[in-house]
């Protein structure tokens, strides 16, 4: 028969051990967070991961050693330990985000956030085993296993949670402050629910608790005015429409840069500008025309969710079909129902012959079976290694497998001014798929010297010409000659070697080059 003493016992130890769970998917939702506001300001999300996971691991341990003295203390100390792990985890990519934008400390901003964060995770583990102990005294193999397992539950739980959950419904920001109350309930309940506690310690847990709770509430309230105040400093224009999605943080800005003249609208993913309103035309007649001067019944756009590069491939009558590839729904939506973007695009994606794919662009042509006369890439600058994947030799491999015989295809290739290294590696990675390649480059007053690659199976280079169905604004034949011709100091020298998955050259140069302007 079981006592009540004993199921007492029960419940408390059942109720630590959830404790343990939830502090545990708190804790690795901060280690996402951080690694996540990372990657979205500067792009290089390996190295974020690499110096976030690295630093807290090192942190946890010496949190775990700082800890043996607080077991003397174990209640008292888990309570204050969880009050400061929330506010100080809650308030992290809040933290990090203003380090950034006002005080230019980013990297000793994130690391010390997550030594501080890191250290107080470690100090869990021992004060909980200790506090486990107390409930009940059982052998110290069946208290960790018990207590790891909970933690490494709880974990899990956090890891899927921020990505499927908090990060959609919440963004980064809001689910971090979210998470860091509940994770300043789990602390306090532990201390008021499954312990015995003097009144006056109550007291002092209860009003610590209100105060966290009330600094985190505070700042998830304000959390939107402090990112458009943030986004203000960022950009040199105003922002009218900003969204954090599951793949990248979008911005609009809007300006009139002349007294009188045209409104100036440029749209930003994770901070890399993607066009401007007043020259975005320069760039997408030199990406899309000289590619589809030919057969292009069929032609397929990977990534130019903003629907500008498909809004060039229709104004010829004659393509049957377009495909248009883009990962994100978020930049589909707003190029379709964003009125100033999709006068833009004159509605290109809402045409009948168009077909939209949400899909990531690798994954969707190692499983498509379709053959395209011209296939348009149109991706962000391989500055991320969520995007330099989508610049590797694979690729490009499983975009040529997708060319109907005699079809060509196109990539945008950065600056060969600013970023020459890098388009002479994009050209020698294009070549490495096996097609023949000519690269030309055309000025485009918001980037500057801008570059592309024709490419097309075979020996032969394609040649570089037009074949519009009316004049256009910028590209015409003598234009598009003198776009073959390249400076002495920026021409394409074909010395480096090819960007592969297992080894992404181009991820290294483009962040190395960009960052020297």
Request: hydrophobic share 50%; net charge negative.
């Amino acid at each position: 028969m079981v006592t009540a003493t004993e199921t007492r016992t029960r419940a408390a130890r059942a109720g630590l051990l959830f404790a343990t769970f939830v502090c545990a998917a708190c804790g690795l939702v901060y280690e996402l967070a951080l690694v996540a506001q990372g990657s979205y300001l500067l792009g290089d999300s390996i190295t974020q991961a690499s110096v976030v996971l690295a630093t807290m691991v090192f942190a946890m341990g010496v949190g775990s050693l700082a800890a043996k003295p607080l077991q003397r203390r174990p209640l008292l100390s888990f309570a204050i330990v969880e009050a400061l792990l929330a506010l100080f985890g809650g308030l992290s990519v809040l933290g990090l985000h203003a380090a950034f934008t006002w005080l230019d400390l980013y990297w000793p901003a994130l690391i010390g956030i997550a030594l501080l964060v890191g250290a107080l995770i470690g100090a869990e583990i021992p004060l909980l085993m200790t506090l486990l102990q107390k409930i009940r005294k059982q052998d110290a193999g069946s208290a960790t296993a018990d207590l790891f397992a909970a933690d490494y539950i709880g974990a899990l739980i956090g890891g899927l949670a921020f990505p499927f959950l908090l990060l959609p419904l919440l963004g980064q920001t809001r689910g971090a402050l979210l998470v860091g109350m509940v994770n300043a309930v789990a602390g306090a309940a532990v201390a008021f629910f499954l312990f015995t506690v003097t009144a006056q310690r109550r007291f002092a847990l209860a009003v610590g608790t209100a105060g966290v709770l009330a600094v985190l509430v505070f700042a998830f309230a304000q959390s939107d005015a402090f990112l458009r105040y943030a986004r203000d400093e960022l950009y040199e224009d105003p922002v009218v429409y900003s969204e954090t999605t599951q793949y990248q943080e979008i911005v609009l800005t809007e300006s009139t840069p002349l007294v009188g003249g045209p409104t100036d609208t440029r749209l930003f993913l994770n901070g890399d500008l993607q066009f401007s309103s007043l020259d975005e035309y320069r760039y997408h007649e030199a990406l899309v025309h000289p590619v589809l001067a030919g057969k292009r019944d069929r032609v397929l756009v990977l990534g130019g969710g903003d629907g500008l590069a498909m809004r060039e491939v229709l104004k010829y009558p004659d393509v049957r079909e377009a495909v248009e590839v883009e990962l994100d729904p978020s930049v589909l939506r707003l190029a379709r129902e964003n009125p100033t973007i999709a006068a833009l695009n004159q509605r290109s994606l809402d045409d009948p012959r168009v077909r939209l794919v949400t899909a990531d662009a690798f994954t969707w042509l190692r499983d498509a079976r379709e053959r395209f006369d011209a296939v348009v890439i149109d991706m962000p600058d391989p500055d991320s290694t969520a995007t330099a994947k989508l610049y590797s030799e694979e690729f490009y491999s499983l975009a040529r497998q997708r060319l109907a015989p005699g079809g060509r295809m196109v990539v945008q290739g950065g600056s060969p001014y600013f970023a020459p290294r890098t388009f002479d590696c994009i050209d020698a990675t294009v070549r490495a798929a096996g097609l023949s390649t000519t690269p030309y480059h055309v000025n485009v007053p918001t980037f500057g010297d801008w570059g592309f690659i024709l490419a097309q199976a075979g020996d032969a280079r394609p040649p570089l010409r037009l074949d519009p169905p009316e004049p256009l604004r910028f590209l015409d034949e003598p234009n598009l000659a003198a776009a073959a011709v390249f400076p002495v100091d920026r021409r394409p020298t074909g010395a480096e070697s090819p960007s592969t998955l297992d080894d992404p050259k181009v991820l290294r140069l483009a962040t190395s080059e960009w960052q020297q302007y």
